[in-house]
């Protein structure tokens, strides 16, 4: 991909379980971005976790990073239906390129 | 109004055709880009305008043509496509110098 690799590629569980992807990235970065996409639609922003933080939580998501390895992980907590989609992690490389991850399909079975 | 609209939603040409695609915004970005995504792949960048001026160009094929006509409006011409050009074609915006990017819903794009 232009920016890096997800893992896993796509990830199977059932409503009420938690769901945990993965994000590594090539270059260093300001910052990393998590995007929500449903089946055949436009990308929408979940959260962003600055390179100097560790840990960030907004609602049922929890993002960590991990400059040293170039990693970064989502945690969707207490999962439901509605959480089915695919997810992105985007880097912002110089000032203007936005670019992706391999992403993730998360299917929620009820 | 945190939209960025893009027209058509899907769009079926033959190889021979020359089409737009079209994407609005009225947030004031000033960044404004076109990706390209195939199934179960990423959104792949092709183009970004940074304050109406083409500052990045992922080496497309020329039959793809961005024009930025204002700041609130992105298009995309499109010529003698091949069959593999079919995809999700997404237009995005984002203040320059911010973070997050607002993505339109795409336009579904089928060569035949």
């Known amino acids: 991909s232009q920016q890096g690799e997800e893992d896993p590629q796509a990830l199977s569980i059932q409503e009420g379980e938690n769901a945990t992807m993965n994000c590594s990235y090539k270059?260093?970065?300001?910052?990393l971005q998590w995007y929500r996409q449903n089946s055949g639609r436009g990308l929408v922003h979940l959260i962003l976790?600055?390179?100097?933080?560790r840990e960030k939580h907004s609602g049922r998501l929890r993002v960590t990073l991990d400059t040293s390895k170039k990693s970064s992980s989502l945690l969707i907590t207490a999962s439901r239906a509605a959480d089915t989609a695919s997810y992105f992690c985007?880097?912002?490389?110089?000032?203007?390129?936005?670019?992706f991850g391999q992403g993730t399909r998360l299917t929620i079975n009820p | 109004d945190t939209e960025v609209t893009q027209t058509p939603k899907h769009l079926v040409m033959g190889m021979t055709n020359k089409k737009s695609l079209k994407c609005e915004q009225h947030?004031?970005?000033?960044?404004m880009y076109w990706y390209k995504q195939k199934a179960k792949k990423p959104p792949e960048l092709m183009f970004v305008?940074?304050?109406?001026?083409?500052?990045i160009n992922e080496s497309v094929p020329s039959r793809f043509s961005p024009e930025c006509p204002n700041s609130s409006l992105l298009n995309l011409h499109l010529h003698a496509l091949q069959p593999e050009d079919s995809a999700l074609y997404l237009c995005?915006?984002?203040?320059?110098?911010?973070?997050?990017?607002?993505f339109g819903q795409g336009t579904r794009l089928t060569v035949v």
């Open positions: 985007g880097q912002i490389q110089g000032a203007q390129k936005l670019v």
């Open positions: 947030m004031g970005h000033r960044a």
């Open positions: 995005a915006s984002r203040t320059t110098g911010g973070t997050e990017a607002f």
């Open positions: 305008y940074s304050y109406e001026k083409l500052s």
């Open positions: 270059t260093s970065i300001n910052n």
């Open positions: 976790i600055r390179s100097n933080e």
